[in-house]
DNA sequence: GTGAAAGCGCTAACAA
DNA sequence: TTGTTAGCGCTTTCAC
């Protein structure tokens, strides 16, 4: 019952034999009379010895922990992200420590901090919306530590990478709302320090250039994620001379939005006007209509960073990687008219 | 540039005087001559010298984290949580190691294992729905871990309790319907072996005996929180000879699902049917007509929760506490009758 | 006020 | 095959 726990120390004491022999015999790797190896199993299994971490920790100079700096837990992707990597982080043994950057530069720059400070082994990182420089990942470099950018990446940075192709399927759902019929494509984008949100709005402007309809300033809204002014550009996009007869949405939650406003001014979507969503959200299947959105593999890319990161602990001379996981393009009724041309 | 960080040795050499008084120096709080001193902190600040953490945990026999064991980060309650934890834990300069259980009793244990061998100093968890025993939290108890358990708590463990009043809310939200004038109000309940769920159904209960509506076993559906058979329920009520005419769900998304049913089966929400749901989704807000549900004070108890741990590991002599924050019901359309009795 | 030495729990190079 | 020793980076007695 006391509370100190047994240490390899006590094992040799018990047996009258060197310490070393007990870490060794325990650590498997090297050779150890079968006998004696046969004694300590016994009595490290009976006194419930678990190594102490600890101590290894200082010893080997690591942790077997990874952190990941996501903007916050509260947005589905990084939920989503998270559990793709702590499932595969888990399997090979490693703990995870998740901070939130909040969206905000200084916090991000202070969870790096802490990360290095706790000695993670590797840092997965999706960088804050406000983020407009790198000179804080400088720090990881220098130490050497690991790193892979998932989803917001920073092509800059000579890390492993792993992306969803933003471009081609914001072009697609843009080509989709074309083939539809719609003529004034309308999108909410996001902020422009972001690569994903400058590779949609091009996706969306070269579909709108391939297919010979106008790139209108007017129809181009540039909002964040949290969405806090969705009402007030719907009544913007209500109120033009010109109303647009689609929106392509920052996420879902503003497209479920906007369409609440829509429906309020008495349009009927989507044949007055048609929206397309982004994140698949379990909130589109039970709007009315129903949501088309686009999908990202936020799981699977999370799991994928966590594979390339630990691929790259455990042998540093591993490649950098850049990998793609595909999004896909959900139609549901909310761009789905009857009436194609 | 040599990728080895600076150590007290490398200070003390630089001076010619010995670790400990370097130790000494930046520990704060012994006697060092102010000279020396101001020498110490000058170096340390020119080699930008950083403690290692790792020497300090073994040393101390702790690590300034805590661990958090949580159902999944994909529902919002929990990731709410998590950012209350986050908050409250960073700012006292603790970081925190997330742990997913996927609602299943093996995992749980495993996630406590490992946190336990990371030696984290304290642990936040709510339950699994999954799980019906305790033996698991010994080990805990054991090693004197602090831990407060939240929302899913369990009250027959002599630990740190944070809950909200599921029992006086789902009362209140009960009897809210039967002032809206509902006669048969059926109930989606969740997992019986948590203690939530078995006092939100006693709530329900309780407030229809208080009205003297008769309590029946076909109005009461035993559902879990992921909601795999929400529509297979809708229809069942739908079909009971006697269809109730209020539903209160077990979530937000099941309220929207159920809601979705009824419309394509032609009932009118609120009038043929009211619903009532219960997390206070965002997605609540933009349904037709807008989600009466509960708010549960997922934030707060996050940040209760964790201020009450970091009291407990700081002093352990500090007192178990059981601490209720109050939900709140918020009233929209979805139950909102013109036609009250 | 400062230094020497021990120790946290473990591993690994070197000896025997 | 096993024991001795040193050391990971830090704190903390105990001398002086």
Known sequence: MS?????????AKILGISKSTVSRALSEHSDVNQETRKKILEVAQQLNYQPNALALNLKQQRTNTIGVIIPETVNRFF????????????????NVMICQSDESYITEKNNLRS????????VIISVSSETDRTDHFDLLLQKKIPVVFFDRIREDLHTS????????????GTEHLIQQGCQRIAIIAGPQNLHNSRNRLNGYMDALKKHDRPV??????????TGGN??????????????????????DYAAVEMMHVFKKNGLKIP??????GFNNENIGRFVEPPLSTIDLPSYDMGAVSAEILLAQIRDASAPIQRKLVKSQLIIRESTHRITTP
């Open 161 to 172: 990478q792993v992306y969803t192709d933003n471009y081609e399927i914001s072009f697609a």
């Open 271 to 276: 044949d007055d006007i048609a929206v397309l």
């Open 230 to 251: 969705i009402e007030e550009y719907t009544r913007y996009l209500i109120n033009l001379p010109q109303r647009p007869d689609a929106v392509f949405a920052i996420n």
């Open 115 to 122: 990360l290095i400070a706790s000695h993670v082994d590797g």
């Open 216 to 225: 209108k300033e007017s129809y181009i809204v540039h909002s964040n994620f």
């Open 3 to 11: 509370s100190r726990s047994v240490t390899i120390k006590d094992i």
């Open 79 to 94: 939920a989503k992200a998270i559990g793709g990597i702590q499932r595969v982080a888990n399997l090979a043994g490693y």
